[in-house]
Protein backbone atom coordinates (compact mmCIF):
# COMPACT_ATOMS: atom_id res chain seq x y z
CA UNK A 1 0.00 0.00 0.00
CA UNK A 2 0.53 3.87 -0.52
CA UNK A 3 2.86 5.05 2.10
CA UNK A 4 3.70 8.81 2.47
CA UNK A 5 6.38 10.04 5.23
CA UNK A 6 6.43 13.12 7.17
CA UNK A 7 9.14 14.22 9.92
CA UNK A 8 7.33 13.91 13.48
CA UNK A 9 8.54 16.91 14.98
CA UNK A 10 9.80 20.52 12.96
CA UNK A 11 11.01 23.66 15.03
CA UNK A 12 10.98 27.12 13.81
CA UNK A 13 11.55 30.90 15.29
CA UNK A 14 8.92 33.26 15.00
CA UNK A 15 9.20 35.13 12.02
CA UNK A 16 11.29 32.39 9.95
CA UNK A 17 10.65 30.13 7.78
CA UNK A 18 9.01 26.32 8.36
CA UNK A 19 9.42 23.54 6.06
CA UNK A 20 7.72 20.57 6.46
CA UNK A 21 8.07 17.44 4.00
CA UNK A 22 5.98 14.93 2.92
CA UNK A 23 8.14 11.60 1.09
CA UNK A 24 6.04 9.02 -1.30
CA UNK A 25 7.28 7.11 -4.23
CA UNK A 26 6.83 9.71 -6.90
CA UNK A 27 4.54 11.49 -5.26
CA UNK A 28 5.23 14.43 -7.64
CA UNK A 29 2.98 12.42 -10.03
CA UNK A 30 0.04 12.64 -8.11
CA UNK A 31 -1.88 15.58 -6.33
CA UNK A 32 -0.93 16.44 -2.39
CA UNK A 33 -2.68 18.61 0.17
CA UNK A 34 -2.08 19.34 3.68
CA UNK A 35 -4.26 19.77 6.90
CA UNK A 36 -3.44 21.94 9.75
CA UNK A 37 -5.01 20.35 13.32
CA UNK A 38 -4.70 22.26 16.55
CA UNK A 39 -5.54 20.59 19.83
CA UNK A 40 -9.22 19.70 20.37
CA UNK A 41 -9.87 20.90 17.11
CA UNK A 42 -10.70 19.21 13.55
CA UNK A 43 -8.43 19.94 10.44
CA UNK A 44 -8.05 22.32 8.00
CA UNK A 45 -7.56 22.21 4.78
CA UNK A 46 -4.62 24.85 4.17
CA UNK A 47 -3.32 23.43 0.82
CA UNK A 48 -5.09 21.50 -1.68
CA UNK A 49 -3.83 20.56 -5.41
CA UNK A 50 -0.02 20.68 -4.45
CA UNK A 51 -0.26 24.77 -4.38
CA UNK A 52 -3.08 26.31 -3.95
CA UNK A 53 -4.67 27.91 -0.65
CA UNK A 54 -8.76 27.54 0.11
CA UNK A 55 -9.93 31.38 1.09
CA UNK A 56 -9.10 32.50 4.21
CA UNK A 57 -5.62 30.62 4.49
CA UNK A 58 -3.18 33.31 4.84
CA UNK A 59 -0.72 33.51 2.02
CA UNK A 60 2.39 32.65 4.31
CA UNK A 61 0.99 29.37 3.36
CA UNK A 62 2.32 27.80 0.34
CA UNK A 63 2.80 24.38 -1.29
CA UNK A 64 5.19 23.00 -3.93
CA UNK A 65 5.25 18.75 -5.06
CA UNK A 66 8.43 17.44 -7.16
CA UNK A 67 9.68 14.42 -7.57
CA UNK A 68 8.68 12.13 -4.52
CA UNK A 69 8.54 14.87 -1.99
CA UNK A 70 5.50 17.59 -1.11
CA UNK A 71 6.71 20.40 1.25
CA UNK A 72 4.36 22.80 3.14
CA UNK A 73 6.35 26.13 3.43
CA UNK A 74 4.83 28.67 6.05
CA UNK A 75 6.79 31.81 5.44
CA UNK A 76 7.28 34.06 8.42
CA UNK A 77 5.75 31.62 10.77
CA UNK A 78 3.98 33.01 13.97
CA UNK A 79 3.20 31.56 17.27
CA UNK A 80 -0.79 30.80 15.85
CA UNK A 81 0.64 28.23 13.14
CA UNK A 82 1.69 26.05 16.10
CA UNK A 83 -0.23 22.97 15.56
CA UNK A 84 0.23 19.54 14.09
CA UNK A 85 0.62 19.17 10.24
CA UNK A 86 -1.02 16.48 7.91
CA UNK A 87 -0.21 15.85 3.95
CA UNK A 88 -2.50 13.55 2.03
CA UNK A 89 -2.81 11.96 -1.57
CA UNK A 90 -4.60 9.53 -3.46
CA UNK A 91 -3.80 6.18 -4.32
CA UNK A 92 -5.71 2.93 -5.93
CA UNK A 93 -8.68 4.44 -4.74
CA UNK A 94 -7.89 5.09 -1.61
CA UNK A 95 -7.19 8.58 0.77
CA UNK A 96 -3.72 8.68 2.24
CA UNK A 97 -2.65 10.37 5.38
CA UNK A 98 0.83 10.95 6.55
CA UNK A 99 1.76 10.50 9.93
CA UNK A 100 1.58 14.21 10.74
CA UNK A 101 4.21 16.68 12.08
CA UNK A 102 4.35 18.66 15.09
CA UNK A 103 5.31 22.26 14.29
CA UNK A 104 7.05 24.23 17.52
CA UNK A 105 7.13 27.63 17.17
CA UNK A 106 9.89 28.75 20.10
CA UNK B 1 -22.38 28.56 6.44
CA UNK B 2 -20.72 24.85 6.02
CA UNK B 3 -21.84 22.72 9.17
CA UNK B 4 -20.90 18.89 9.35
CA UNK B 5 -22.65 17.64 12.41
CA UNK B 6 -21.37 13.73 13.44
CA UNK B 7 -23.32 11.97 16.08
CA UNK B 8 -23.61 8.06 17.19
CA UNK B 9 -20.53 7.71 19.20
CA UNK B 10 -20.26 6.14 22.75
CA UNK B 11 -18.88 3.07 24.32
CA UNK B 12 -19.52 -0.26 22.40
CA UNK B 13 -18.44 -3.64 24.00
CA UNK B 14 -15.92 -5.63 21.50
CA UNK B 15 -17.87 -7.63 18.89
CA UNK B 16 -20.58 -5.49 19.05
CA UNK B 17 -22.06 -2.86 16.59
CA UNK B 18 -22.49 1.36 16.27
CA UNK B 19 -23.78 3.50 13.72
CA UNK B 20 -22.49 7.18 13.22
CA UNK B 21 -24.92 9.69 11.34
CA UNK B 22 -23.39 12.94 9.95
CA UNK B 23 -25.90 15.97 9.23
CA UNK B 24 -24.84 18.24 6.38
CA UNK B 25 -26.31 21.56 5.60
CA UNK B 26 -25.33 25.08 4.20
CA UNK B 27 -24.01 22.82 1.83
CA UNK B 28 -25.53 21.79 -1.84
CA UNK B 29 -25.02 17.87 -0.11
CA UNK B 30 -25.57 16.17 -3.38
CA UNK B 31 -22.40 17.53 -5.19
CA UNK B 32 -19.90 16.36 -2.32
CA UNK B 33 -18.29 13.28 -2.17
CA UNK B 34 -18.45 12.40 1.61
CA UNK B 35 -16.05 10.45 3.67
CA UNK B 36 -15.15 9.22 7.19
CA UNK B 37 -11.48 10.05 9.07
CA UNK B 38 -11.04 8.20 12.57
CA UNK B 39 -8.40 9.68 14.42
CA UNK B 40 -7.39 7.16 17.72
CA UNK B 41 -6.30 9.18 21.10
CA UNK B 42 -2.82 10.59 20.41
CA UNK B 43 -1.91 9.22 17.05
CA UNK B 44 -2.54 10.73 13.48
CA UNK B 45 -5.57 10.46 11.01
CA UNK B 46 -6.56 7.45 9.43
CA UNK B 47 -8.91 7.39 6.61
CA UNK B 48 -11.72 4.72 6.76
CA UNK B 49 -14.29 5.02 3.98
CA UNK B 50 -15.72 7.44 1.21
CA UNK B 51 -18.73 7.57 -0.88
CA UNK B 52 -19.41 9.55 -4.28
CA UNK B 53 -21.98 12.54 -4.59
CA UNK B 54 -24.26 9.93 -5.92
CA UNK B 55 -24.04 7.20 -3.63
CA UNK B 56 -22.37 4.97 -6.89
CA UNK B 57 -19.01 4.63 -5.39
CA UNK B 58 -17.69 3.71 -2.10
CA UNK B 59 -14.31 3.15 -1.26
CA UNK B 60 -12.70 1.66 2.07
CA UNK B 61 -9.23 1.25 4.19
CA UNK B 62 -7.61 -1.65 4.40
CA UNK B 63 -8.43 -2.12 8.18
CA UNK B 64 -12.20 -1.73 8.29
CA UNK B 65 -13.14 -3.70 4.59
CA UNK B 66 -15.70 -6.27 5.23
CA UNK B 67 -16.60 -4.62 8.57
CA UNK B 68 -18.08 -0.93 8.08
CA UNK B 69 -20.18 0.36 5.60
CA UNK B 70 -20.50 3.55 4.28
CA UNK B 71 -23.98 5.06 3.25
CA UNK B 72 -25.82 8.37 2.30
CA UNK B 73 -29.52 9.59 1.95
CA UNK B 74 -29.83 13.16 -0.08
CA UNK B 75 -32.88 13.46 0.85
CA UNK B 76 -31.43 13.99 4.49
CA UNK B 77 -28.54 15.18 3.67
CA UNK B 78 -26.84 12.74 5.84
CA UNK B 79 -24.45 10.24 5.50
CA UNK B 80 -23.80 7.38 7.61
CA UNK B 81 -21.37 4.73 8.99
CA UNK B 82 -22.53 1.32 9.79
CA UNK B 83 -19.45 -0.19 11.89
CA UNK B 84 -19.99 -3.89 12.87
CA UNK B 85 -17.87 -6.27 14.39
CA UNK B 86 -15.94 -3.82 16.53
CA UNK B 87 -12.45 -3.91 18.01
CA UNK B 88 -10.26 -2.30 20.67
CA UNK B 89 -8.09 -0.91 17.92
CA UNK B 90 -11.31 1.37 16.46
CA UNK B 91 -11.34 3.61 19.44
CA UNK B 92 -10.73 6.70 17.79
CA UNK B 93 -12.76 10.43 17.37
CA UNK B 94 -14.62 9.80 14.06
CA UNK B 95 -14.65 13.25 11.64
CA UNK B 96 -17.26 13.27 8.69
CA UNK B 97 -15.72 15.30 5.95
CA UNK B 98 -16.66 16.76 2.80
CA UNK B 99 -15.35 17.09 -0.80
CA UNK B 100 -15.97 18.69 -4.13
CA UNK B 101 -13.79 16.53 -5.66
CA UNK B 102 -15.35 13.83 -8.21
CA UNK B 103 -12.14 12.08 -9.97
CA UNK B 104 -8.94 11.92 -8.67
CA UNK B 105 -7.59 13.37 -5.48
CA UNK B 106 -10.26 14.43 -3.19
CA UNK B 107 -9.22 17.01 -0.55
CA UNK B 108 -11.80 18.06 1.93
CA UNK B 109 -12.99 21.18 2.67
CA UNK B 110 -14.85 20.92 5.42
CA UNK B 111 -14.74 18.60 8.57
CA UNK B 112 -17.14 17.56 11.12
CA UNK B 113 -16.43 18.25 15.31
CA UNK B 114 -16.16 14.51 15.67
CA UNK B 115 -17.62 11.71 17.63
CA UNK B 116 -15.55 9.68 20.00
CA UNK B 117 -16.30 6.07 19.86
CA UNK B 118 -14.70 3.80 22.92
CA UNK B 119 -14.92 0.19 22.28
CA UNK B 120 -13.90 -1.61 25.30
CA UNK B 121 -15.60 -3.80 27.50
Not at chain 2, 19 to 30: D, K, M, N, P, V
Amino acid sequence: SYELTQPPSVSVSPGQTASITCSGDKLGDRYACWYQQKPGQSPVLVIYLDRKRPSGIPERFSGSNSGNTATLTISGTQAMDEADYYCQAWDSSTVVFGGGTKLTVL
Amino acid sequence: QVQLVESGGGVVQPGRSLRLSCAASGLTFSSYGMHWVRQAPGKGLEWVAGIWYDGTNKYYGDSVKGRFTISRDNSKNTVYLQMNSLRAEDTAVFYCAATTVTTGTPYFDYWGQGTLVTVSS
